[in-house]
């Protein structure tokens, strides 16, 4: 490839953000899908519309509320000064923008596992003495596995890819929330920085492209042909 | 009383009265289709919960609405075999038959899964997918999980039908050794009459 040490620096810096943003995001993902998929409670309509919603909004618009919300005097912040923490203009911030931002794109996917669970199954799993936990555990988790996995691999693709909430949430430091697509603006703004663009955008690719046909391949894996794909 | 059954159940639009009691033996729920024969297995299993009425088993009461009784299903030790028998997909055979095994009460027990293997002739189908097993193998296999399970009785939902003659009369002796052997209660349904005559000590009528 080539790549400086530099960029394969900020290469790394990609995988762990994004690696961060979705263990952090996948089990809320995962609560909000069961919630989606399972049950029935006023204002479920709204529920799925807010967790749409970094789908739609200008990503500009998350990365200012993240701002907000994470500011020394915004509710995250006083929560995180507790803990003698700040997430601002750090790398954990930008795993936070690139875990709201990918949220929606895990949600999706695991609800679409969920639903692609037979309750029947669960009704057998009961009758032979399981409780409800013990039946989640032993049936629903497992039936839906390989679609939680494909939601995660979605979800970390999306993460890599993230740039909008990030640049505004935590700006562009080397080294600390400069990730790849950061990367690749600040080269191209740079006179002379198109063999760095070309170089980090192939490197972008083939990420994405790898994280996309793993995400797909778990997936049909998991439908046996039956569940919807998630792309 | 084995079965002492007194529910009014709500399917859909639908309103299935049933009221019977049966001794121990094999009790046959028999009925047009449409009259709500699985809907009473379900209720006695604790899938679906009547409107109203009881449901006692073996003298252990599993539902009453006068007393706000309600066991749930994982409580009631019921072995159901579902009509579509439910094997767990993601799970070898074995892994179905001691499902409930491994979660009913040691003194609960009364076979192991050996025994249960020669019982019903699948010791050889233990390591296999249910989805590569054969219609009558899948039932047998059906039926041990639910015998392994500890069951204080049986419920089973249309265990001879999708079968041909052959394993028709390979389930019917199963199902005449349980009661012989097992002394377990059975409440099956069917819509074959001549089953029905063989296997049931009493018959119930469902109507529409």
């Given at each position: 490839m080539g790549l400086t040490a530099e960029e394969w620096g900020i290469v790394v810096l990609s995988l762990q953000v994004s690696l961060a943003a979705i263990v952090g995001a996948l089990p809320v993902a995962f609560l909000l899908a069961w919630m989606l998929a399972r049950l029935r409670f006023p204002g479920k309509i709204l529920l799925d519309g807010l967790v749409h919603l970094p789908l739609v909004l200008p990503p500009v618009v998350i990365g200012w509320l993240l701002l907000i919300a994470f500011a020394p005097e915004g509710p995250g912040g006083r929560l995180l000064a507790v803990f003698g923490v700040s997430v601002l203009f750090r790398w954990t911030g930008a795993a936070i923008a690139a875990a709201v931002m990918a949220l929606p794109l895990m949600v999706r996917a695991i609800r679409l596992s969920l639903e692609a669970v037979d309750p029947r199954f669960e009704q057998a799993a009961r009758t032979l003495g399981a409780g409800r936990w013990h039946t989640f555990a032993t049936i629903t988790l497992p039936l839906a596995a390989p679609g939680v996995l494909a939601g995660a691999v979605l979800g970390f693709a999306r993460s890599l890819g993230e740039f909008g909430a990030t640049i505004t949430f935590v700006?562009?430091?080397?080294?600390?929330?400069?990730?790849l697509p950061l990367a690749i603006y600040a080269a191209l703004q740079l006179p002379g920085g198109d063999s760095a663009v070309w170089r980090l955008a192939l490197m972008a690719v083939l990420l994405s492209l790898a994280a996309l046909v793993a995400s797909e391949a778990l997936t049909r894996a998991s439908g046996n042909g039956r569940g919807g794909h998630v792309l | 009383m084995s079965f002492d059954i007194d529910v009014t159940l709500r399917r859909g639009e639908r309103s299935i009265a049933c009221r019977f009691t049966a001794p121990a033996g094999v009790t046959a729920l028999v009925g047009p289709?449409?009259?709500?024969k699985s809907s009473v297995l379900e209720a006695v299993a604790g899938l679906l919960k009547p409107v109203s009425g009881r449901i006692v088993v073996g003298g252990a009461m599993l539902y009453d609405s006068a007393a706000g009784t309600n066991l749930a299903p994982e409580h009631r030790a019921c072995g159901m075999v579902f009509q579509d028998l439910?094997?767990?997909?993601?799970?070898r055979v074995r892994d179905n038959l001691l499902y409930g095994y491994r979660l009913a009460p040691p003194e609960r027990r009364f076979m192991g899964l050996e025994e249960a293997a020669a019982f019903l002739d699948i010791?050889?189908?233990?390591?296999?997918?249910?989805?590569?097993?054969s219609g009558g193998e899948a039932q047998r296999v059906a039926i041990g999980r639910a015998l392994l399970s500890g069951p204080r009785f049986l419920l089973m939902d249309e265990?001879?039908?999708?079968?041909d003659d052959a394993r028709r009369e390979a389930i019917i002796a199963v199902i005449e050794r349980i009661r012989a052997e097992l002394a377990l209660p059975i409440l099956l349904v069917s819509h074959d009459r001549g089953d029905v005559a063989r296997l049931a000590d009493q018959v119930v009528e469902l109507r529409p």
């Open positions: 700006s562009n430091i080397p080294e600390e929330t400069r990730t | 289709s449409g009259a709500g439910r094997l767990f997909p993601h799970r010791a050889p189908l233990l390591d296999r997918r249910p989805r590569t097993l265990p001879l039908t999708a079968l």
